[in-house]
Nanobody, 121 residues
Framework: QVQLVESGGGLVQAGGSLRLSCAAS????????MDWYRQAPGKQRDFVAR???????NYADFVKGRFTISRDNAKNTVFLQMNSLKPEDTAVYYC???????????????WGQGTQVTVSS
């Protein structure tokens, strides 16, 4: 079993910053890509950012230059530093992690429980 625990969401004024964390634990052999997604009320879940095991990153256009994804492989944790936040960034943010469990060569996708980010104008 693999568990993901997210933290760091909250309420912030426009222009402010937040840092999200997502820690994976359990029967983990290795972790491939680690992603962040977000879902605003009444909208589909959108890709925000990805970081590979080697550190290659890519971002959705709407966060480029404002958000930074990083990871700590020793702690199986992914971070999302969010700067210059806008009201339209308000959403529930989810991490998605591609895990190879102990005892298998296959990878499986796991989702965090989500953390609410609210940006006031």
């Amino acid at each position: 079993q693999v568990q993901l625990v997210e933290s760091g969401g909250g309420l912030v004024q426009a222009g402010g910053s937040l840092r999200l964390s997502c820690a994976a634990s359990g029967s983990i052999f290795s972790i491939n890509a680690m992603d962040w997604y977000r879902q605003a009320p009444g909208k589909q879940r959108d890709f925000v950012a990805r970081i590979t095991r080697s550190g290659t990153t890519n971002y959705a256009d709407f966060v480029k230059g404002r958000f930074t994804i990083s990871r700590d492989n020793a702690k199986n944790t992914v971070f999302l530093q969010m700067n210059s936040l806008k009201p339209e960034d308000t959403a529930v943010y989810y991490c998605n992690v591609d895990v190879v469990p102990v005892g298998t060569t296959y990878s499986y996708s796991y989702w965090g429980q989500g953390t609410q980010v609210t940006v006031s104008s």
